[in-house]
Every structure is written in C-alpha cells, then in structure tokens.
C-alpha cells in the first residue's frame, strides 16, 4: 500500500487538475485528500437539484483556502478528483462549495491519504443526475 504523503502544488496550476494530477503520477486510484493554501481566484460550484446542472461562480479576487477536501477515484477509467473548498477574503467571510476547474493557485499544499481496497467508479445516477460510485 502506498503510504500518505504531502506535496506542494505549483503555482500558477489548476487545483483540481493538479490534484488529480499527484494522484495520476503515483498511480493511486483510491484515496482522500486535504488541501490548504492560496488562490488567484477560485470557481465554485452549486448542484442545482431541480435542473442538474452545476451553477458556477468565480471569485476573482485572491482568497485563502480555509479548508478543501475531497476523494480520489474512477470516472470513465481515469483518476478522478471530487473536492469540496471553502475559502476566504480579505473580509474574513466564508464562501464555499464544489471545486470546479478554472481555479489557479497562489500556494498550496496537499497531504493525501491513500486508501486501500478496489478502486471505486463513478457512473451516472439517476435518480440525482450525478456520477456517483458504483458500489458503495
């Protein structure tokens, strides 16, 4: 089993694609993770369970990430990365929600967890329009 591990990501990236990315290098299909740091600006999104489509928001100004979460697993046969982020202004107040691509990062650090056991994928769910994991 691959043991837990912290690595800075770079500047200048997408968060959820370099998230996915660490994953993806150290073969890991199967794990949660835990991000902290900064951010450019961030697009946040909000499942909209009437018309199932993710409303998305961008922030445009530099926020601190308070707390980003999330899993790793298998949509369409590739590394997949579902995080949850709150983040924070210069006024101190708190926005939050589902990680969407788009996000730059000023400064950020990740501590992965890998998990053990099959990996899980995630196919499409009726009856909430999202993709959720196959088996649970």
């Not at 991000?35 to 697009?43: E, K, M």
């Not at 708190?94 to 969407?100: D, E, K, P, R, V």
């Amino acid at each position: 089993m691959n043991e837990s591990f912290l690595v800075r990501l770079p500047k200048g990236d997408d968060l959820l694609e370099a998230i996915a990315r660490v994953f993806r290098e150290k073969t890991i299909e199967k794990a949660a993770f835990f991000v902290i740091g900064a951010l450019d600006a961030a697009v946040i999104g909000f499942y909209d369970p009437v018309t199932r489509e993710y409303r998305n928001r961008t922030f445009a100004d530099p926020l601190e990430i308070v707390a980003c979460m999330g899993n790793i697993s298998l949509r369409d046969g590739k590394v997949f990365a579902h995080a949850h982020i709150t983040v924070a202004g210069e006024d101190y107040r708190c926005l939050g929600g589902h990680l969407m691509p788009g996000t730059p990062i000023f400064a950020a650090e990740l501590f992965g967890y890998p998990v053990t056991g099959e990996a899980l994928d995630r196919v499409h769910d009726e009856p909430t329009g999202l993709a959720l994991w196959a088996r649970f």
